[in-house]
């Protein structure tokens, strides 16, 4: 079969998992038309990967499934480390900074579900049974060849491919990166099954215990995954398959306290890995997820890394491919995610090799370490912001700048020294009208896929600072007008006429907003697609906001 009309893709999406399916949704939410194949006959039927952490479902909610996904999971609200099945530390989710304040167990064969139909809601399908066996590098465009079931093979004329598809990715093969890294030593368990016992049903949980880590993860109701670590099984013989005696056994010799474990309707032995390449892609073809980076399973990291690695590129792809961004912004993506994967890779074998200590001197170095240092609150902060991935920033990013001057001298200045940086992710707020009849949400303004500034006042703006906002605003709704969105947050009441009259203005009840970004004296903000900030600059001034916009759009 050769190169046709209908077969062509602006952007051909290979692997149909979440971080593919966020690919492809997030493409036709940016108004492009993927194509998005996947070897497998159907979708798989396993939980594989079950967590979903809070910036992820901030994530979520721009995309407009937040409440789906949420009405299909459960509440998981804290985290618990165990000694010979005794309380060693504890961690609670409930202070974190999001409206999501817990991590969100949800198998992920439904997550799929959840994001096929809403592909299918913009008219896209899966492509099944589809494999990409061959990649033709063109001077302005790529031939994906593409293997059929019965054997015949289509070419996919595009102008990019982002390879989603997985560990064992045929993407990075066909750019002959190297996955660096090893499998750890070890064999594991894994146990899907009812479970009975004393411990909360309702946390994550890991056990420590010489004879090896036990890690739970809550499923649903009484149901949850186990996961043993086998130490002292040989690791170059062939494993007999598992039995739920085999788990009972491991629970008794590992002092986890349990009334009855059954019906187990998966049961595997695995090993882990860690693995990483050193870009993600080449040329016109990016990698994603696992088909980027693979590590182990400890604070459910690997989905939802992946599907923000989708997030990220998607809305850079859609502005070059419709001729309003130079093609320059895609070299950000490596820049950006490729730091992230390798903080997630680095931290999470860190804590695989942590409870994995079994000499009995270190061992106890370490259960008392975790156990003084659960019980500082500042401790606790990082280790959940870095979980939930909300700490994530880009402030090394080439596509991201601030011009930031601060104030010599400004009334209660010290309230706004802990500024939001340029890169750093936007929690959601609370905004009022002016007249404060009714409120919004800033997250709520988020949800197109347009550029948002942000034009903050200050709390005692003077006339001149009115004045250099109201031409940021002329000329950005002038020139602009289809790329950026403007909204006005207003730190006082004493407001220009024409400014009430503006579109979209917004009070900042108790200056929250002005504190959280550092707002003393008139400012603003940039504010990209996927919700984190582009670029800053106080005293706002439109000639340095002109001098960045082009790093970013034609």
């Not at 923000?308 to 809305?315: C, E, G, K, M, R």
């Not at 004045?467 to 002329?474: G, P």
């Not at 007008?481 to 403007?486: A, G, K, P, R, T």
Request: charged share 25%; net charge negative.
């Amino acid at each position: 079969m050769t190169a046709s009309d209908n077969s062509r893709a602006d952007v051909l999406v290979v692997g149909a998992g979440p971080t593919g399916l966020t690919m492809a949704c997030e493409l036709a939410r940016h108004g492009i038309t993927p194509r998005i194949i996947d070897k497998s006959p159907a979708p798989s039927d396993k939980s594989k990967a079950f967590g979903i952490h809070a910036r992820t479902l901030e994530l979520f909610e721009g995309m407009g499934i937040a409440d789906t996904v949420l009405g299909q999971g459960n509440i998981c609200n804290g985290f618990d480390m165990y000694n010979h099945g005794k309380p060693l530390a504890s961690v609670v989710f409930d202070s974190l900074q999001s409206k999501y304040p817990f991590f969100l167990i949800i198998a992920q064969s439904d997550t799929e579900k959840i994001l096929n139909a809403h592909l299918e809601s913009y008219g896209i399908r899966v492509e099944r049974e589809k494999e990409l066996v061959g990649i033709e590098h063109k001077q302005d465009s790529l031939r994906a060849r593409i293997g059929l079931k019965d054997g015949s093979e289509e070419f996919i004329d595009c102008s990019y491919i982002a390879g989603c598809d997985g560990a064992h990715s045929t993407s990075r093969h066909l750019l002959d990166l190297e996955f660096k890294g090893a499998p750890y030593p070890n064999y594991w368990l894994l146990a899907d099954c009812d479970l009975d016992w004393k411990y909360p049903l309702h946390h994550l949980s890991v056990f420590i215990h010489p004879r090896g880590v036990t890690a739970y993860f809550p499923l649903y109701s009484d149901r949850g995954r186990l996961m043993f670590e086998l130490p002292d099984a040989p690791v170059d013989e062939e494993m007999p398959d598992p039995t739920i005696e085999d788990v009972r056994r491991l629970m008794g010799e590992r002092e986890i306290d349990y009334r009855s474990v059954g019906n187990p309707n998966w049961l595997a032995y695995f090993k882990l890995h860690h693995r990483m390449v050193d870009k993600y892609g080449d040329g016109r073809v990016f990698l994603s997820g696992d088909a980027a980076h693979i590590h182990s399973p400890m604070g459910g990291q690997g989905m939802n890394t992946g599907i923000q690695d989708s997030y990220n590129l998607a809305w850079k792809l859609a502005l070059v491919l419709k001729g309003k961004s130079p093609e320059s912004i895609l070299g950000s993506y490596n820049e950006e995610r490729h730091r992230i994967g390798e903080g997630v890779v680095n931290l999470t074998d860190k804590a695989a090799r942590m409870v994995g200590i079994h000499n009995p001197v270190l061992s106890a170095i370490r259960n008392n370490l975790i156990g003084r240092l659960s019980k500082i609150d500042a401790v606790q902060e990082k280790l959940l912001t870095t979980l939930s991935q909300i700490e994530i920033n880009y402030r090394e990013s080439p596509i991201v700048v601030e011009r930031w001057y601060q104030p010599d001298a400004v009334e209660g200045y010290h309230n706004y020294r802990h500024d939001l940086q340029a890169g750093e992710r936007v929690k959601d707020y609370t905004l009022l009208s002016l007249d404060g009849k009714y409120s919004t949400q800033l997250y709520g303004l988020f949800k197109d896929t347009r550029h948002k500034l942000l034009l903050f006042t200050g709390a005692l703006p003077e006339d001149m600072e009115f004045d250099e906002l109201r031409k940021i605003r002329r000329s950005i709704e002038t020139e602009y007008e289809d790329m950026i969105d403007v909204h006005l947050i207003a730190g006082t009441n004493a407001l220009p006429p024409d400014f009430i009259k503006m579109s979209s203005v917004w009070r900042d009840e108790d200056l929250l907003m002005h504190r959280d970004f550092g707002a003393a004296k008139s400012s603003l903000y940039l504010i990209r697609p996927d919700g984190y900030i582009g670029f800053r600059n106080q005293p706002a001034s439109l000639s340095d906001l002109l001098e960045y916009l082009p790093i970013i759009f034609l």
